[in-house]
């Protein structure tokens, strides 16, 4: 016998089906949202666009966008100072 059986409602239950049926259907919504924000990055990165202001543009932190570069064969930046895109 479960040891929350007669705590949980049967609202509870239900709420829980519920929100699970949500999440199953929006997932793959997600994956692909997810897929196309990897592509937008590679992107803009291999525009010349720096990690750290396409992680500020992006869901991304800064070291996961060098690590979507380095799976797409995207080399690092050269040492030193940075220009930005545009000036």
């Given amino acids: 016998m479960c040891r929350y ?3 949980v409602s049967k609202d509870a239950r239900q ?4 929100a ?4 199953r259907a929006t997932e793959s919504a ?3 949202a997810r897929r196309r924000v990897v592509a937008a990055v590679v992107a803009a990165l291999r525009a010349g666009i720096a990690p750290t202001e396409v ?3 992006s869901p991304f932190t800064a070291t996961y966008v060098r690590r979507i570069a380095r799976e ?3 080399p690092p930046a050269a040492p030193g100072p940075k220009r930005t895109v545009g000036t």
């Fill in 15 to 18: 709420d829980l089906i519920a």
């Fill in 20 to 23: 699970n049926e949500s999440y």
């Fill in 30 to 32: 997600h994956e692909d």
């Fill in 5 to 7: 059986a007669g705590r």
């Fill in 55 to 57: 992680s500020g543009l």
């Fill in 72 to 74: 797409n064969g995207i």
